[in-house]
């Protein structure tokens, strides 16, 4: 059975992996407060998430930001009777979700969360969120906290398939205050300049970041 592993606490969220998983590649999922009611986002499923969700609120919705994250976002809605809402981009997942859909486009439904389209084509469909009042970002996989993303001393690092194109145009003008991922905990200090490097080294780091991956395969 699975182990609920609440890895950030934050004013206005969670963040939470399983405990299997904490380590090289594990999967991270948030809920956010809104005004609106909590948006849960590329959720995972636990014994004990819901008690966790109810000490923040009731669920407004389900969404995913990235086509890969299914995950457990079907049974979350049914459970919780809402809908996975689905940015545009990933109109293509509504068909493999057993739970009942709806598109967003310019922001996630009555909330300050507005879409950034991170990569877009046939083989990766990404969309972050991000509230300028808030300061906060949620990046599901173009960058991570997780050992597989990060090299040498970074704190937060591009995905290895991104590494030598980052999205520089998509996130290279954000000043977060945190950044929250799709791997790994959140980034809560200094955010805005974690972000700011992971994108200007990214290709400078990618030989170094590679090498590493030949030499430590299982890492």
Do not use: Q
């Not at 009611?37 to 969404?63: K, Q």
């Amino acid at each position: 059975m699975s182990t609920l592993d609440v890895v950030d606490r934050w004013d206005g969220g969670i963040s939470w992996t399983l405990a299997e998983e904490v380590g090289e590649m594990h999967r991270t999922s948030h809920a956010i407060e809104t005004d609106d009611g909590l948006w849960v986002i590329d959720p995972v499923d636990a014994p004990g998430l819901d008690d966790e969700l109810a000490d923040l609120g009731e669920v407004a919705g389900v969404t995913l930001l990235l086509d890969r994250h299914k995950r457990d976002a079907a049974a979350v809605a049914r459970r919780h009777d809402v809908r996975v809402s689905l940015p545009e981009p990933l109109s293509g997942v509504a068909d493999e979700l057993d739970a009942e859909t709806e598109l967003y486009s310019r922001a996630l439904p009555d909330t300050e969360f507005r879409t950034i389209t991170v990569v877009d084509n046939r083989f990766w469909h990404e969309v972050a969120l991000y509230d300028r009042d808030r300061g906060t970002l949620i990046v599901p996989e173009a960058v991570g906290t997780a050992e597989f993303f990060r090299t040498g001393a970074e704190r937060l690092g591009v995905h290895p398939a991104l590494r030598l194109f980052p999205p520089r145009t998509a996130l290279g003008g954000l000043s977060p205050d945190s950044v929250l991922v799709g791997h790994g905990p959140g980034v809560f200090d200094d955010a805005a300049n974690a972000l700011r490097v992971a994108l200007a080294r990214s290709r400078k780091s990618a030989p170094r970041y590679y090498a590493g991956l030949l030499l430590s395969p299982l890492r």
